[in-house]
């Protein structure tokens, strides 16, 4: 037994890059291209001199402790004039770099972290960076997961600093603000990944053959695989973002409102909801994804000697991008690819308007 439950636990490591959409920071130039001119003039307003500097260490103190982070965190200095700067700064990759890493058991009150990526090291921040929302009878075989309860705190995630961010701006603490709102905006973003919403998004993912090794082979080979595939995709989708108007995603990043596939109401939308309401969409988009990943990037990946954890057989994401043979399937992983990618820039605009138009509305 114990013996299994070591295998059920390896199995769920499924996702062990913790990022989504590879760098966050390569979405934020088109998260700001679209937002409307009311946001922008917000958002261009300039800092007092006294938050620029942002050096204000009585701040991050209180950050740790209210949003339970890793007491020792350490932040880069953010020295900004305005918002803008602070979204294009890359503090919206902070999230990855340790703040929810070997955080004691009380920040973990379900044990996701058994089933996600361990206690401590890189891995252990997954729990916070992903949602899998539990297997459903409607849906036996596309929401299959294990354990079968919901796992991971992405939302609540999303939802707490949201909620702080805008308390921080209402009490005008403007930079530091806007970084915790850009951190918000990173739980936003990997919801809308769906590798990140569903442990395993096809059926052809995980190496069936290696049942005949036992059950705890199959678990020990299907993490490989799921996480070659989770990584191959993050890995191509950043080299396509990165081609600015020549990228293939230009239109969906830009014109995110019209690609996206979240059903909310732009007028009344909370943080919790629109979280929600992208993670639902993610999941939605899994199975077209994962079926576009395997007939894009081929079966191969599930060979042994690719572990691209490991940096073993990275794939040639340029070739990829322009393969002839390969247009077919690269049309269609890119065509659902823009869906989400479209989900979290929407995603992030919208929680940008949220928090700006709270503080506007108090200062009325
Ligand atoms: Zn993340
Ligand atoms: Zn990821």
Known sequence: MKKLCIGIAVFCLSNPSAWAWEIHKNLMPWVVRGLSAETLKAIENP??????????????????M???LNPKTKLDPLNATHAREILLSGAVDEPDHGMDENLEDSADPRNDRAYMGGKTGPTSKGFRHMFFAGWNLAHPIRSFQI???????????AEILAKKARFLLQ???RAWGFRVLTWAMHFIQDLSQPFHSTQIPSLEIPLWSALLGGFGNLVKESTRTVANFHWAYEGYVNTQVLK?????????LTRAKNYASIKVNRAE?????????IAAASVEL???VGDSVVEFFGAKLKNPEYDLPKDKGTPDYEKLSVDP???KQRQKLEQVTCVALANGVMGSRLLLDWAIQAVLKTNR
């Open 47 to 64: 800092f007092k001199p006294q938050e620029q500097g942002m050096q204000n260490e009585n701040t991050l103190s209180h950050l740790i």
């Open 66 to 68: 209210e949003l339970q």
């Open 147 to 157: 354990p079968p309860r919901p796992l991971g705190l992405a939302p609540e995630r």
């Open 171 to 173: 009490i005008e603490n």
């Open 244 to 252: 600015g108007d020549r990228s293939p995603f230009a239109d969906c």
């Open 269 to 277: 939308i909370h943080p919790r909801e629109l979280a929600d309401a």
């Open 286 to 288: 899994a199975p077209t």
């Open 325 to 327: 043979t390969l247009a």
